[in-house]
């Protein structure tokens, strides 16, 4: 499901708000990144990202990382969901860790002016 370009141009600049959900299929990744979203615009975005692990017991880990850096402390075990808040996002991207393979769910805004 997408919601893009809800648009609200009443101040100046616009503003839009738009939300983004997925489901993947994430294993162990060995430590290579699994890209999500990738702003190709030159516009400055901001959102929140939630990330729910749908796996159970033995299955991978998924741990966010925004332009590339690996949030601290921020690793979704099987069965659990995390948000975060970043105020600045270029990439979205995940690193499985673990046995097996999970079904992940990932909603995010994106949010920006123009």
């Known amino acids: 499901m997408a919601q893009i370009g809800n648009c609200n141009n009443t ?4 503003v839009v708000n738009d939300a983004v959900c997925t489901t ?3 294993s162990d ?3 290579t990144p699994t890209i999500i979203y990738e702003n190709s615009s030159t516009f400055l975005i901001n959102g929140t ?3 729910e692990n749908n796996g159970v017991g033995a299955s ?3 741990a966010l990382l925004i332009d590339g850096v690996q949030i601290p402390g921020f690793v979704v075990a ?3 969901s995390r948000s975060y808040t970043a105020p600045t996002i270029n990439t ?3 690193i499985g860790a673990g046995a097996g393979t999970t079904s992940i769910k990932i909603a995010f805004s994106l949010n920006y002016r123009f």
């Open 11 to 14: 101040v100046s600049p616009a």
């Open 24 to 26: 993947i299929s994430l």
């Open 29 to 31: 990744t060995g430590g």
């Open 49 to 51: 990202i939630l990330i």
């Open 60 to 62: 991978p880990t998924a």
């Open 78 to 80: 099987p069965g659990s």
């Open 92 to 94: 979205i991207s995940l």
